[in-house]
């Protein structure tokens, strides 16, 4: 699981550890169902540490081909609600402590820490 940098919006990304692997249907159903449950797990963890209004789940990879899920915490006082978050916003920086409790709170409860 990655944090994206962008403190506009709680995000993640999770990355299967499968290499060359474009698309979900190239993950043999196991593979899609432990995705699935790691999805859920992560949506999950970021709904209740963020309170938020939506979630935003996808596989794009448009520009990095390698499937990743990207799982964003939306909430309507969001700066891009209702719109999608791409190309909306500049990224903006966490700053270290903002960032390390979000990591925190995120590893503890998906039971990491």
């Known amino acids: ?9 709680p995000w993640i990304i999770l990355v299967p550890r499968h290499p060359g692997v474009t698309e979900i249907l190239d993950l043999d159903l196991a593979q899609q169902t432990q995705l699935m449950g790691e999805i859920t797990r ?3 963890a970021l709904k209740e540490i963020t309170a938020c209004d939506k979630l935003n789940i996808a596989a794009l ?3 990095v081909p390698q499937l990743h899920v990207h799982i964003i915490a939306r909430s309507k006082s969001d700066p891009a609600w209702p719109h999608p ?11 270290h402590v903002t960032l390390g409790r979000f990591a925190a ?4 409860a998906l039971g990491l820490s």
Do not use: F, Q
């Open 85 to 95: 978050v791409w190309g909306k916003l500049k990224p903006r920086s966490y700053d």
């Open 61 to 63: 990879g448009n520009v």
């Open 42 to 44: 992560s949506g999950t």
């Open 105 to 108: 709170l995120l590893g503890a």
């Open 1 to 9: 699981m990655l944090i994206i940098k962008d403190s506009n919006y």
